[in-house]
C-alpha cells in the first residue's frame, strides 16, 4: 500500500465563535439589558463632565462684569474672609462666580483692601462626588465580570457540545 492509499479524511471540529461575532442572544443577556447598561454608560460620560469641567476655581468673578479690568486676586496676595460656601438662588442667577461651580467664597486683597467674590469648589461635594463615582465604577466592574463569567460558560458549552457530537458520530 503507498502512503496515499492510507490518507484518510478527517472531517474538522466546526469553528467556535468568540469575540465580537458572538450574538448577545446567546450570551444569555437580553437585548434590553444592554440598552439600559448603553445609556448609564452614556449618563456617566455626560455627568461627570457637568462636574469635573466646571471652570478653575475662582476663573468667574464679580470684577468680570467690568471689561478690562482684571480680578485684584489674580494680581496681588490676598486672604478668605469667607470660607466656601453654597451660593443662594439670587447669587446664582445673577453673579458670574457662581455659575460655574454653585459655590463662592469671599476674599480680600491685600495691597488695594478691595473685597471681591470668588468662585470655589467644596471639599464635602467633591468628597461626596467621588465616593459616588467610585460606588458605580465598581458595581459596573463586578456586573461585567459577572457577563464576561456568563459568556465563558455559554462558549464552553458550545465547545463541549460540538465535540462530543463529533465523538458521537465517529
Not at 449618563?43 to 462636574?51: C, G, I, Q, S
Not at 490676598?78 to 469671599?106: D, H, L, M, R
Not at 467610585?134 to 456586573?143: D, F, K, P, R
Request: with cysteine.
Amino acid at each position: 500500500m503507498s502512503a496515499r492509499s492510507r490518507v484518510t479524511a478527517y472531517r474538522p471540529l466546526k469553528q467556535v465563535e468568540f469575540g465580537c461575532g458572538a450574538n448577545t442572544k446567546d450570551m444569555g443577556v437580553p437585548t434590553v439589558v444592554w440598552a439600559k447598561l448603553s445609556a448609564c454608560m452614556v449618563l456617566l460620560a455626560v455627568v461627570p463632565d457637568r462636574v469635573c469641567c466646571a471652570a478653575v476655581p475662582g476663573q468667574h468673578n464679580s470684577s468680570e462684569l467690568v471689561p478690562g479690568v482684571s480680578p485684584c486676586w489674580q494680581m496681588e496676595e490676598f486672604k478668605v474672609q469667607e470660607e466656601c460656601s453654597p451660593c443662594n438662588t439670587i447669587q446664582s442667577k445673577w453673579w458670574a462666580a457662581c455659575g460655574s461651580t454653585g459655590y463662592i467664597e469671599k476674599i480680600v486683597c491685600v495691597k488695594s483692601n478691595k473685597t471681591d467674590y470668588k468662585s470655589c469648589h467644596s471639599a464635602v461635594r467633591e468628597e461626596s462626588l467621588f465616593w459616588r463615582f467610585e460606588a458605580v465604577m465598581m458595581s459596573l466592574t463586578v456586573l461585567f465580570v459577572l457577563v464576561v463569567i456568563k459568556r465563558q460558560r455559554v462558549l464552553d458549552r458550545r465547545a463541549s457540545e460540538r465535540v462530543r457530537k463529533q465523538i458521537e458520530s465517529s
